[in-house]
């Protein structure tokens, strides 16, 4: 079954044209996290919940991703 992903601004937009923000999307099944920006609309990252938590953690924090034995990062 194919869902049209229901995007969300970033509220750190600027607020301008609505062409220079991060939106994000959410899908169930499986469960992935969408992230686009405005200005791109037909390209995204897609990940898990765990992996997107992970890599903002790591970009807070400014920790460098390490690979693991599973050929996923942190």
């Keep these: 079954m194919n869902h049209t992903l229901r995007w969300q ?3 750190f937009s600027d607020g301008g044209e609505g062409d220079t ?3 994000l999307a959410a ?3 499986p469960a992935a996290l969408h992230l ?6 037909d ?3 897609t ?3 765990v992996a997107l938590a992970h890599l903002l953690a790591g970009i807070r924090t400014g920790i460098t991703p390490q690979r693991t034995t ?3 990062f942190f």
């Design 9 to 11: 601004k970033s509220t």
């Design 21 to 23: 923000c991060v939106e």
């Design 27 to 29: 899908s169930a099944a």
């Design 36 to 41: 686009r920006e405005s200005d791109t609309p």
């Design 43 to 45: 390209t995204a990252l």
């Design 47 to 49: 990940a898990a919940p």
């Design 70 to 72: 599973s050929n996923t």
